[in-house]
């Protein structure tokens, strides 16, 4: 049974319910988070949960305001043509996030709307593994010249024209200056972020997209082109890693499934392929 969710008050059941599933889903249980330290911001949410057996929640979905749908489904899809009903009542979907499986069973409830999807390899680094590795940047990278720290503020300009090259080339968006500024701003705000200079030069980037309970979602991984295949990445990637295990979090990220040598150093660094992730976004009508 779809039952609407204070999470606020049903903080116990649902992070019970996070601890075994938010790797599925990390922007949902940052949403949570959100809605907690922002109680004022909770009624541009809503928040569904579904009661399995015993009334157990086996099932989240949250919805904001502006139109996101991040999701964790049940196993039994019995109950799935319900959700239109409480989600589009009560404003127009524009973005599905979840598992493959779960974003494609809610866009099929949405029957009326016309989702285009991109799929990823979802992969999951667990914090018990993350404490047994030493992750420290590479002797190799002295040569270089290279300098890996945790952004700041004064980072602002040289992040943004990272963040620009990583949305043309990964995301295949082409956002404007002052939009690529205002997400790094957020970024700087809200995530760890990680930037890579050599000789005073930056060349790459690294950054969390969503910080749960129990995970921190990896993202905004960028490397210039000319700068690839030279330890740059890895070290940059070991540098969040450290901070995300002493965060005593699990990694989690996602990965389009061509992108062969970025799956090989992830994997290479202890990530495991725990799934397949989706974001489906409405459809422009013309």
Known sequence: MWIRSDFLVDREEVDGFLRKREYSCVCLAETIERARAFPSRARDLIGLAHLGTAGVIDGLITAEREGTVHCVLPDNAREDSLLRGLLCSNF?????????????????????????TQSYV?????NAFIAQRNFEISDTLEPLCVEIRDATESDLEALTSLHNAY???????????????????????????????????????????????????????????AYRGRGIGTALLHRILDRIGQAGKDAVLYVRNKNVVARRMYEHAGFQHVGEYAMSTVRPTH
């Open 92 to 116: 127009y979907v524009k973005k599905v996030t979840g598992l493959t499986m779960d974003t494609f069973r809610l866009v099929r409830s949405l029957s009326l709307m016309s989702f285009s």
């Open 122 to 126: 979802l992969m999951r680094l667990r």
């Open 167 to 225: 949305e043309q080339e990964e995301l295949l968006m082409r956002p404007s200056h002052a939009e690529t500024e205002f997400r790094i701003r957020t970024l700087l705000a809200h995530q760890m972020v990680s930037i890579a200079f050599l000789n005073g030069s930056p060349i790459g980037k690294i950054n969390t997209n969503a910080r749960g309970i129990f995970c921190d979602q990896i993202g905004g991984f960028y490397v210039i082109p």
